[in-house]
Structures are given as C-alpha cells and as structure tokens.
C-alpha cells in the first residue's frame, strides 16, 4: 500500500510527454466538457439526470462547433493574407 | 442545513463562501443542494488532478507564473500548500505539458468562483424567500 501510494503521489511530480502536435488540441474537450457540466450545474434550477444530461451535451456540441467555426474562419482569413 | 436570517444573513453569506472555497461544492451542499455538490466536487476536482498529473505540481507556480496563480488558487487552499512547495522551482515544467496543466487547473479554479458566487446567490435568495424582502 505505501508502495502505491508513493506512485501515484509520484506521478505528480513529473510531467507527461506530449508533443506539439495537432493532436495535443484534442486536450481541449475534456476541459470543455467540464466546463459544460458545473455551468450546467449551477443554472439549472432542478437537477434530473435526463434534462441534466441533454443540457451539457447541447452545451458542449455548441462550444465546439463555435471553436471549429472560430478555427476555421482565421485559416481562411490566414490563407487570403499570405 | 444552514438557517439565514436578518440577523446572521452576511456571517451566513460568508460561511457559504469559504466552505466553497474550502472544498469545491460545499457552498452548495450546505445550502442541501447535494446533487449539485457533488456534481461540482466531482468535475472540479478532477479537472484540477488532470492539470497536475499532466503537467506535474510545477504548473502551479507563485513566483513565475502568478497571474495563472491567482485562478488556480480559487480551487481551494490546498493550491497555497502546493505553491510553497514548488516556489523554490524545483518542480521545472516547459512546453505543451505546462500549457495545459496551468489551463486546466485555472479554468478549475475559475468555475469553482463561479460556484462560490452561485451559492452566495442562492443563500442570498433563501434569505429574500424566508423574510419576504
């Protein structure tokens, strides 16, 4: 038990590996939906798992398509520039 | 639960406020709003243990990084202890894994604020409800 707890307080202490690639931007969902959920949490005046859940992922899919739509507009604006 | 009235409206506001702060959703669950509590405990925690696992407890830095500092430490004083740990810089961390663990344990600390100002408002209502103003 000391021997994993040790771990796992270990694997805090180092950073992971991850490149710079465009993968690395797939970080971002996680984030997004957690920012989903505790908005959610905190404005809907009654919490049902059903209504709860339709909320975030409207809320997320929203999120995304406005960052894809954002991302998309400045690589058409970077195109006609250069 | 927590009982507002006239005369312990502001001590209760403020106890709603540093126990949310204390530990994220207590604000909520003291107010018995638990699935919401748990709900925010549960997310904020772990998005704030995603930032440190990635980026290790170097991300949250005082003296380097202290703008990113002042979201982070809205997670709870937990970030204070860290900080004095990693304020000597011997937790160095550069690149894309610092990126990301200072975002995701900042944007932690910013939607634990907003619960906090969410449960100050919900204790302010039960108040204006229970004496009719």
Redo the contacts between chains.
């Keep these: 038990m000391p021997t994993q707890t040790a771990f796992i307080i270990a694997?805090?202490?180092?950073?992971?590996?991850?490149?710079?690639s465009p993968y690395?931007l797939l970080?971002l969902l996680?984030?997004v939906a957690?920012?989903a959920?505790?908005?959610k949490?905190?404005k809907l005046p009654t919490?049902t798992a059903g209504v709860?859940l339709k909320e975030v992922a409207v809320l997320f899919g929203s999120i995304i398509v406005f960052i894809a739509v954002t991302a998309l507009v400045l690589c058409v604006l970077a195109w006609l520039i250069t | 639960m927590l009982r507002i009235s006239k005369e312990n409206y502001i001590p209760s506001l403020l106890i709603v406020a540093l126990s949310g702060w204390l530990v994220p959703g207590a604000g909520h669950f003291i107010l018995e709003e638990k699935k919401r509590a748990i709900i925010i405990f549960v997310t904020i925690v772990i998005t704030f243990l995603t930032g440190l696992y990635v980026g290790s407890i170097g991300v949250i830095d005082p003296v380097g990084a202290w703008p990113w500092y002042l979201a982070q430490i809205m997670n709870s004083p937990a970030v204070v202890v860290i900080g004095h740990l990693t304020a000597a810089g011997t937790y160095p961390v550069y690149g894309r894994p610092n990126e990301i663990g200072q975002i995701y344990t900042s944007i932690a600390g910013l939607l634990n604020l907003l619960c906090i100002i969410n449960a100050v408002y919900l204790a302010h209502l039960r108040r204006a409800e229970t004496t009719g103003e």
Excluded: H, K, N
């Design positions: 694997s805090f202490t180092a950073p992971q590996q991850i490149g710079t690395s970080w996680p984030l957690a920012i959920v505790v908005y949490a905190t919490i709860f």
